[in-house]
């Protein structure tokens, strides 16, 4: 990516402003593959979709993999790496298998109280110290949550466990991607598309259906638009502070709305915005909480 490494040298405010339009980019990109997805999985199965999207990106991966082999060969903490792609692959095969069912912005809003999420865990199971304030916005997110899901013995649905499943999956995984933040790219990166590429592989073999050549074309643009985004991911967060950039990532559920109301139709119930609303404004606070008290925060972003 010599472009992004030259943006680099550029002056603080122009590589500030370069950061911030490369997260805005990529999340306009994930939320574009996310629509993809679930457009593909209407025909096809998840594992088909985990599968032709990780050949994809594996494909275009492959020359980095290669020259940075070196990489793979001394991981820190192998087993806490292989229990990393476990639940990366897992989350976001419950990402897609509930956007089968569920609007698009139902199930980003559920991923979106991620980071309230890691902050109740780290202190739960990491021992880290969380203050009343935080622990107050926790309570406050998850407020958010119970409004979005509409709890009631008629409205809670396997579809709306899945994804709230997915994305408390989601922010383990940010604690634990938090705990190896030795680990190279590369290998963060192609090791999510190996899991992805492995659990598809065998689930599509249950259920294959031949793909037409325009699916294949969506299927290839899936996954290259995933990898390009998590690319932009990166550049963006070493072109900019956290602090400036990580608020973009919110973003997220707008094009959900878009994306969701011109592809499928999905109109948004009053509900659901006024939880994404609160999950969002809960998240934000804990982010500036956690950014003023030197700690390194959960990022918002969206499954691999």
């Not at 579809?159 to 994305?167: E, M, N, R």
Request: glycine share 8%; charged share 10%; hydrophobic share 55%.
């Amino acid at each position: 990516m010599p472009l992004f490494k030259n943006l680099s040298a550029y002056d603080d405010r122009s590589a500030r402003l370069a950061g911030i339009a490369l997260m805005v980019l990529s999340i306009f990109m994930f939320s574009f593959g996310d629509a993809m997805g679930k457009f593909l999985v209407g025909t096809y199965s998840v594992g088909q979709l985990l599968f032709l999207r990780a050949c994809a990106a594996l494909l275009l991966l492959s020359p980095m993999i290669w020259t940075q082999r070196h990489a793979f060969l001394h991981l820190e903490r192998p087993r806490l790496q292989l229990f990393r792609v476990v639940l990366s692959t897992l989350e976001v095969a419950a990402f897609f298998l509930a956007t089968v069912y569920l609007p698009l912005a139902d199930v980003i809003t559920y991923y979106l109280a991620g980071p309230i999420f890691v902050t109740a865990m780290s202190a739960i199971f990491l021992g880290e110290k969380v203050g009343w304030r935080r622990w107050t916005a926790i309570l406050v997110g998850f407020c958010g949550v119970l409004i979005a899901l509409r709890p009631s013995a008629q409205t809670v649905s396997l579809p709306a466990l899945i994804a709230l499943g997915g994305s408390l999956s989601f922010a383990t995984l940010m604690l634990i991607t938090r705990s190896l933040r030795k680990t190279p790219d590369i290998v963060m990166a192609s090791s999510q598309f190996v899991g992805t590429f492995s659990l598809g592989a065998v689930l599509s073999a249950f259920n294959w259906v031949p793909p037409t050549p325009g699916s294949l074309v969506i299927f290839a643009t899936a996954g290259l638009i995933s990898v390009t985004a998590l690319f932009c991911v990166n550049r963006s967060l070493k072109l900019a502070p956290a602090s400036v950039v990580v608020p973009y990532q919110y973003s997220m559920i707008v094009w959900a709305v878009i994306f969701g109301f011109v592809v499928f139709g999905d109109v948004p119930e009053v509900a659901t915005i006024v939880g994404a609303a609160i999950i969002i404004g809960a998240g934000f606070y804990i982010y500036l909480r956690e950014r003023d008290l030197g700690r390194p925060s959960a990022e918002v972003n969206p499954p691999a």
